[in-house]
């Protein structure tokens, strides 16, 4: 990095908040708004689905999926998410953020579209359809998640790049939200278009056919909020730091910078390595698989990976299956007493309250105090309460069932939500798009997210089978019995302090330069002494 790119670089981090940055949170946050929703309203849907095209008749209890296509159907749009982040996070180092920033964008539009047009003539061919599209919504997703980060932390100045980057981020509150809003909006108009009697009445017309509709355009709205932010996407100039540090052209960089930020940056002639083969012997040149990464930057990934693997088994155990967590306790009716479409509108309500009151707070607390707590103590504090509240619910379980305490349950159950947004939820995203080298930044936070989204495949995958009851006339057809509800609790807590332990690997990166956090700023010294044949000053920086 010569000295006219750090020149570029200084006059981004002194760079004035102004309207720029919150266009740039508005549109990388829509991406993030669709994930959300794309990602959660599934778990809306899910048992609606198991009434329409798993009826049987003579039953004493509604259709439910089978367990093998409801971890299909729950789990496979996090498999696609997960190769996302890993193959987009490596693309956006290769070939720039925003050359494949609308990529994403684009597939998450064609997939949501997807997801509600799914057909077949029986209803595993429904199902198997529906998982290929929200496989490659997933892979859309994925994209979504270091390309996001890495151009926000990016364009920020060093002062607030915490909160413009947990805004972003924040946006995932927005679009929890917004599934429960619309699924409670469609499946109320529906509700009173068509009445029907409850599952205990008439188990067939408990069930209109026109309830096909309904899941179809809950999962297809998705598709809008992307669709009107992709014109702005493709406006979007390259960041600076790439062209700067990566493409090695400040004059590029200047000019971009100075269109969109109110900013003068002057920068000499264009500096293009002319012997791209030559780059070995800089000090900037070591690769992801290297000794010199891992000497510098090794117990830094492992942190990162690690603590999103544990806090994602957590929140999206919790998130996906707060219909079964509701049910257990009892706010929510049991599913014979009420309608398809009505247990539908019952299921989105709980969500949407439990959104109201801990999810999307707890998300902007972060926004408002990560620049003065700082990142560190937010994933501590967030994992300690999370491991506190869990241990809360689960010991005296039997004291929650009970109708008079449910809404102690709910209060505490939305506290953990609340610490889990105020908490490692948004720092997790955060962290890794600061602390890792420009040239490698996006394929390690595509790293880190990847871990994550393994931790909520096991999460997914495992509370649906655990949760059950050990009793084996109480699990839901055709699942085997489980551990239990409260047990299941037990073991989560037990995750969630398993992330206060790894969470002391993670660097605390408030009021630092993404060049002094990554010791870009390290190799400047060393190369400008190896320049002008001046001995290294040999400053170091704890790893």
């Not at 367990?67 to 996090?78: I, Q, R």
């Not at 067939?204 to 009107?228: H, K, N, Q």
């Not at 979007?236 to 730091?241: D, F, G, I, S």
């Not at 602390?435 to 990847?450: E, K, N, Q, V």
Request: glycine fraction near 10%; charged fraction near 15%; charge should be neutral.
């Amino acid at each position: 990095m010569a000295k006219k790119g750090k020149e570029v670089l200084n006059a981004l981090d002194a760079a004035k908040t102004q309207m720029y940055h919150f266009t740039a949170i508005v549109i990388a946050g829509m991406g993030f708004f669709t994930d959300a929703y794309d990602l959660f309203s599934i778990s809306l849907v899910i048992k609606l689905l198991g009434r329409i095209y798993y009826h049987v008749d003579g039953s004493k209890k509604p259709g439910t999926l089978p367990p093998n296509v409801a971890a299909a159907v729950n789990g496979v749009a996090f498999c696609g998410t997960l190769a996302g982040q890993l193959f987009f996070g490596w693309l956006g180092d290769k070939l720039g953020r925003k050359k494949v920033y609308g990529i994403t964008l684009m597939v998450m539009v064609l997939c949501s579209l997807g997801s509600g047009l799914s057909f077949g003539h029986s209803a595993n061919g429904v199902m198997a359809t529906l998982c290929f599209f929200r496989f490659w919504l997933g892979f859309g997703i994925g994209g979504d998640y270091p390309l996001s980060a890495t151009i926000m932390s990016e364009y920020a100045n060093k002062k607030t790049r915490g909160a413009f980057i947990a805004a972003v981020f924040a946006m995932q509150g927005f679009g929890i939200l917004a599934g429960g809003i619309v699924s409670l909006v469609v499946s109320s108009a529906f509700d009173h278009a068509f009445d029907a009697p409850t599952y205990e009445v008439d188990p067939v017309r408990s069930t209109v056919p026109e309830a096909d509709y309904v899941w179809r355009i809950v999962l297809m709205f998705g598709a809008i909020p992307a669709l009107l932010t992709y014109y702005w996407r493709m406006k979007m100039p390259e960041t600076a730091r790439y062209t700067a540090l990566v493409a090695r052209n400040t004059k590029q960089a200047a000019a971009d910078m100075s269109k969109v930020l109110q900013v003068d940056i002057i920068a000499g002639e264009v500096e293009v390595e002319s012997n791209p083969s030559s780059s070995s012997s800089k000090p900037n040149s070591f690769g992801l698989f290297s000794r010199e990464f891992a000497r510098r930057h090794g117990l830094h990934l492992i942190g990162t990976t690690t603590t999103w693997f544990l806090l994602d088994i957590a929140y999206y155990s919790s998130n996906l299956f707060q219909k079964d967590i509701y049910s257990a306790i009892g706010w929510i009716p049991a599913a014979e007493t009420m309608n398809a479409i009505h247990e539908l509108f019952t299921v989105s309500r709980a969500q949407t309250l439990i959104a109201l009151c801990g999810t999307v707070p707890g998300y902007w607390f972060t926004v408002a105090f990560i620049d003065y707590l700082g990142r560190f103590f937010i994933q501590l504090m967030g994992f300690i309460f999370m491991t506190v509240f869990m241990l809360a619910l689960a010991i005296p379980y039997d004291h929650w069932r009970r109708r008079d305490n449910r809404i102690g349950f709910l209060v505490m159950y939305s506290l953990t939500m609340f610490f889990a947004n105020f908490g490692p939820n948004a720092t997790t995203f955060v962290v890794p798009a600061e602390i890792f080298p420009a040239r490698l930044r996006s394929t390690c936070h595509g790293i880190s997210a990847a871990s994550g989204k393994a931790g909520a495949i096991v999460g997914a995958f495992g509370f649906l089978y655990a949760a059950q009851s050990s009793d084996p006339e109480k699990t839901d057809a055709g699942y085997p019995p489980g551990i239990g509800v409260r047990n299941s609790l037990l073991m989560l807590g037990g995750v969630n302090f398993l992330g206060i332990v790894f969470t002391l690997l993670v660097p605390e990166s408030k009021g630092k330069s993404l060049e002094e956090l990554s010791r870009e700023d390290e190799e400047q010294i060393g190369g400008d002494a190896a320049e002008m044949g001046v001995a290294n000053t040999g400053r170091t920086v704890p790893v």
